[in-house]
């Protein structure tokens, strides 16, 4: 994929440094982190939600995974730099969650390489880390993250989301429930 066809995730802003790259490497090393992969769809991804203007400008759309889950920032009107946003995931059948508190943070989610789980209740990862079958450039891609932006592996990736949760779960649902009913 060209950039420009990945700078129209973004509406208003620019697609940080650090996707740009991101993409850049992936398009040399497409097996990088277990079926995830940057996309040009944008809203597209989650119209079927909701198609109020205020939906789709927060949230900014620009990744997939091998389980048909979309990646989003989400504008959550404290004017943060796009860097810094919250990052989603939106499973249709499952449920929409907060995963990562920035770019930084579902980056080291990534160097699991392992999809994340989604259920109605949470999102989360539920495998054990150690005993899975890398992705064909996943060593390429950890090296990639440490020599280009310090970001070591992570261990522990169900406490980012943890992390990520106890700080926007709250305001995110409910900004949510006004465009999107959650399942029960």
């Given at each position: ?99 990562a508190e920035n770019i930084k943070q579902l980056l080291q989610l990534l160097s699991c390489d392992i999809a994340i789980s989604v259920n109605r209740d949470k999102a989360y990862f539920n495998k054990d880390i150690a005993n899975h079958t890398k992705s064909l450039h996943h060593d390429i891609f ?43």
């Amino acid at each position: 994929m060209n950039l420009y066809d990945f700078e129209q995730n973004f509406g208003n802003y620019y697609p940080p440094k650090i996707l740009v790259d991101l993409l850049d490497f992936q398009n040399k090393y497409y097996n990088y982190a277990k079926g995830f992969g940057l996309f040009g769809e944008g809203t597209l991804a989650i119209q079927h939600l909701s198609i109020t203007s205020e939906f789709l400008e927060r949230l900014l759309c620009f990744a997939n995974d091998e389980k048909g889950s979309t990646f989003a920032f989400w504008e959550d009107s404290t004017k943060k730099d796009i860097k810094e946003m919250p990052i989603i995931i939106i499973a249709d059948k499952e449920g929409i969650h907060i995963v990562a508190e920035n770019i930084k943070q579902l980056l080291q989610l990534l160097s699991c390489d392992i999809a994340i789980s989604v259920n109605r209740d949470k999102a989360y990862f539920n495998k054990d880390i150690a005993n899975h079958t890398k992705s064909l450039h996943h060593d390429i891609f950890i090296q990639w993250l440490k020599e280009n932006y310090q970001i070591e592996p992570n261990n522990n990736p169900n406490q980012i989301i943890a992390t990520a949760q106890n700080k926007y779960k709250t305001d995110f649902n409910n900004w949510l429930q006004n465009f999107v009913k959650q399942k029960s």
